[in-house]
């Protein structure tokens, strides 16, 4: 089955610091990590969207990437046939080199 998971930053406020929320698509599902100085942008979103599928107990690869500066998406691979697309245009061939 497939599954998605969206995380958001929140900044810092009066009463707490700043944070990434992980949530499930069908938002029955939801994990808040502190932010890591530490560490990338990606990869706190990175590991909020781990600590919510090892809470849901789910398991597979997960494939990822930036909607803006403060939400990512992660998604788990498609069955075979199933959603999947390449996409081969000129305009990316051409930038590639």
């Given at each position: 089955m497939m599954q998605?998971?969206?995380?958001?930053f929140y900044g810092p406020s009066n009463h707490h610091g700043a944070k990434v929320v992980a949530q499930s698509a069908s938002g029955r599902h939801i994990v808040s990590l502190a932010w890591e100085?530490?560490?990338s942008m990606e990869q706190n979103?990175?590991?909020a969207a781990m600590a919510l599928?090892?809470?849901?107990?789910?398991?597979?690869?997960?494939?990822?990437?930036?909607l803006d500066n403060s939400t990512?998406?992660?998604v788990t691979e498609c069955e075979t046939g199933r959603g999947q697309f390449t996409v081969m245009n000129e305009k990316?061939?051409?930038k590639s080199f």
């Open positions: 998605t998971i969206v995380t958001t100085y530490g560490v979103h990175t590991m599928a090892e809470k849901a107990g789910w398991n597979g690869s997960f494939h990822g990437g930036s990512y998406v992660f990316a061939k051409a």
